[in-house]
């Protein structure tokens, strides 16, 4: 064995707990990929809160002699000093970084961040297990490395294609009951084929569409389900990519008697790739939740953006879901190209006519490697480097980061506010209906809820969450 001993680190934790909600499902299944090959390791997810200061202790305390960490584009010069810290004070220790700023920066990283000894790009569930085994690093697919003063890269390793190869996560090692809710994500299907010009899930995990079976998928809710969880999240990007196997999916919870779920497609579902029957068979077994990525009220800038979905579509998908009782998610982007005042008032009157549980609306954030970060470079329309906005927590906000002739600087920013009060206003009103039965208490509670320093004690405060929770939905027997 090259490495016996791994710490999984998810660096994580900048200013609030913000996003500790679930265990980490790629660091899970990185995880269980060492555990099935009886490799020692150890969990260290800091989105809990946890500090520098409790890193550097479990590191001297576990004793590792590799650590492999899950990294985003955002926030990373942030986990680049956590792991020069780690490297100064354990320069021995070997560092290995995946996830999706590998994915689509990859050497690059190795150049700006000298603590980083190996990267793997992609999947990583096979390279980790050849790193730890001691295969020849010069074979070993998917893997960055130095050599002496430059970085090699051993080529590309093809995408796994059955995904029931590859174990679910049981998360052993983590700490479940320090995540805000009592859920886990589920990952059915890796890779999507569209074409949406901000999206970077093309780059890290191919564009082919890969599924789990439905047998294997419906061992995974057992699984859990066994374990005394109801609540699960699909996590993935194309979920009802093919319709026959979510009915299968249906079919095998109903078969295998798992009751009370309540089942989540939280990240999205293509408008284009669901139907009333569909649907209706969800709701059956236990789904309750659904969104959808609208992006935009106006044709114009669909087109723009290259979702391949038309308004027609969307409305018929979410008027369905809505009818059949779904919470429903709608998602939304603030000043794609094409953007206008007038395309954002379709976009807030879309967003405002039919009865959603929320609409979420976010600023464009142009990741490297995307169409529209190109775009927005070769136009020179930056308002701020690529360095500081994905090293910028507020630039998340109501902070833009590009203008263009037709929505300008300050467009922006009064419609990333104009947003919120449409926000509240959608989720007050839902929040009245799903809570009528208490009379005027409802409104109250509505109103409450979406105060500033209520909402982040929601995100923020376990125990005020999950008091919430009991109170507005397990009473309703969602």
């Not at 500790?20 to 390791?41: C, D, K, S, T, V």
């Not at 050599?147 to 090692?173: H, V």
């Not at 700490?175 to 899930?201: A, F, H, Q």
């Not at 191919?206 to 789990?212: A, Q, S, Y």
């Amino acid at each position: 064995m090259r490495y016996r001993r791994i710490l999984l680190l998810n660096p994580y934790y900048p200013y609030t707990r913000f996003g500790a909600f679930r265990p980490p499902a790629g660091l899970g299944y990185i995880a269980e990929a060492l555990r099935r090959q009886n490799i020692e390791y150890d969990v260290l997810d800091m989105a809990l809160g946890y500090r520098r200061s409790a890193l550097m202790k479990r590191v001297k305390e576990f004793s590792p002699d590799l650590i492999a960490i899950t990294m985003m584009t955002y926030m990373y010069k942030n986990t680049y000093s956590i792991l020069a810290g780690i490297k100064d004070k354990f320069p021995d220790v070997k560092i290995a970084a995946g996830g999706p700023h590998i994915a689509t920066s990859g050497e690059d990283v190795l150049k700006e961040c000298e603590a980083i000894d190996f990267g793997i790009v992609c999947e990583g569930e096979n390279a980790i297990v050849e790193l730890c085994k001691n295969k020849e690093i010069n074979t070993i697919k998917g893997l960055l490395y130095k050599e002496g003063a430059s970085i090699a890269y051993n080529g590309d390793r093809p995408f796994t294609e059955n995904l029931d190869s590859i174990p679910f996560p049981t998360y052993e090692e983590f700490e479940l009951n320090k995540y805000m809710l009592k859920e886990i994500d589920l990952v059915t299907s890796r890779g999507c084929p569209y074409g949406c010009i901000y999206c970077t899930v093309r780059l890290a995990s191919g564009t082919n569409v890969r599924m789990r079976s439905a047998s294997y998928v419906a061992d995974e809710i057992e699984y859990w389900h066994r374990r005394g969880y109801r609540n699960l999240e699909i996590a993935d990007d194309n979920f009802s990519f093919d319709k026959d196997r979510v009915h299968r999916i249906c079919e095998e919870i109903s078969k295998r008697r798992l009751s009370g779920l309540n089942l989540r497609c939280g990240n999205g579902l293509r408008a284009d790739k669901v139907d009333y029957d569909l649907f209706k068979h969800m709701k059956e077994v236990g789904f309750c939740h659904v969104a959808f990525g609208v992006e935009s009220g106006s044709a114009t800038v669909l087109k723009a953006m290259k979702k391949g979905e038309s308004l027609e579509i969307l409305k018929k998908a979410i008027k369905t879901a809505c009818e059949l009782d779904f919470d429903v998610t709608l998602f939304f982007i603030i000043g794609l190209p094409g953007e206008t005042e007038s395309t954002l008032q379709e976009t807030f009157r879309l967003a405002s006519k039919y009865p959603v549980m929320e609409a979420k609306f976010f600023n464009p954030i142009p990741y490297p490697k995307t169409e529209l970060f190109q775009w927005t470079k070769s136009s020179n329309l930056f308002l701020i480097a690529p360095e500081k906005y994905l090293n910028d927590f507020n630039s998340f906000v109501f902070k833009p980061v590009y203008e263009t002739a037709e929505f300008s600087a300050d467009q922006r920013k009064k419609a990333l506010k104009a947003s919120d009060w449409v926000r509240k206003g959608i989720l007050r009103k839902s929040i009245k209906k799903k809570l009528r039965k208490y009379g005027p208490l409802a409104y109250i509670f509505a109103f409450l809820y979406t105060i500033p320093f209520i909402e982040r004690l929601f995100r923020e405060d376990i125990k005020f969450r999950r008091f919430v929770d009991f109170v507005t939905f397990a009473r309703e027997g969602i």
